[in-house]
């Protein structure tokens, strides 16, 4: 806890979230300018939006620390591995008020003709954590400890959160490649369809939303080892 209280104080320090806070705060007022919007497309575009907010951020999380601090801190730690993965940990804590606000505005408010059962807001809660998961877990990869080219670092992450964002696999549903590319992305849009679909309706925890949160979970875990084990290996050289 200590470890996160620091790198969070740190953080609000470097001011590197302001960008992504305004582009949250811009999309945040224009998407909630009228009520009466359908529950879960608008839950489906809110956990794209916490997507790409939390790559966004977790970029420059990872690096606020400049080398020096960020060795002082790995020695104060006596664990690279816990320090990688505090640090990751601070990301997600940062990026809960996002994701709440996002979940508990248009509740409170009545922006939906009904209200939500517990079970739905459960469900609503561990998409956006997912999405958010899954944001930090890609954004990790584009920061500058990872490219020796700072250039192409920006390019790079906006093409490949594009990528994973948009649901190429119905756009382009007749296209057999895209569809089985589609498997090798975080299953972001896994649930797209039939959030889109429901519109008001009740949506019921069944076995494939528990496909979906086990799925979003192992890929996003999978990334966070790879980066963990990739980001040792360079900090060796």
Avoid: C
């Avoid at 907010?53 to 020695?75: G, H, L, P």
């Avoid at 006596?78 to 940990?89: G, Q, R, V």
């Avoid at 080892?225 to 040792?232: A, C, E, N, P, Q």
């Amino acid at each position: 806890m200590a470890l996160i209280k620091y790198n969070l104080s740190y953080y609000a320090k470097t001011l590197k979230y302001i960008a992504p806070i305004i582009a949250f705060v811009i999309f945040f007022a224009f998407f909630y300018n009228q009520r009466g919007v359908p529950i879960w497309e608008t839950f489906y575009i809110t956990s794209i939006a916490i997507f790409v907010v939390s790559s966004w951020i977790s970029t420059s999380f990872v690096n606020a620390e400049d080398k020096t601090q960020q060795y002082i801190t790995k020695t104060h730690v006596k664990s690279e591995n816990k320090y990688h993965i505090l640090k990751i940990a601070s990301i997600l804590v940062f990026m809960v008020p996002f994701y709440a606000l996002l979940i508990a505005y248009p509740m409170a408010l009545g922006f939906f003709a009904r209200n939500l059962a517990i079970g739905e807001v459960i469900v609503v809660v561990i998409i956006h954590f997912l999405a958010s998961l899954s944001g930090v877990a890609i954004g990790l990869f584009f920061n500058q400890d990872m490219h020796g080219d700072k250039s192409m670092m920006i390019p790079w992450q906006l093409t490949v959160t594009l990528v994973v964002a948009v649901p190429f696999e119905r756009i382009f549903s007749e296209n057999i490649f895209v569809r089985i590319a589609a498997y090798a992305l975080p299953p972001l849009n896994f649930l797209g369809e039939r959030m889109n679909a429901l519109g008001d309706g009740s949506f019921a925890i069944d076995g494939n939303f528990l496909l979906f949160a086990v799925y979003s979970l192992g890929y996003s875990l999978v990334l966070v080892g790879v980066y963990v084990l990739m980001i040792r290996k360079r900090s060796k050289r």
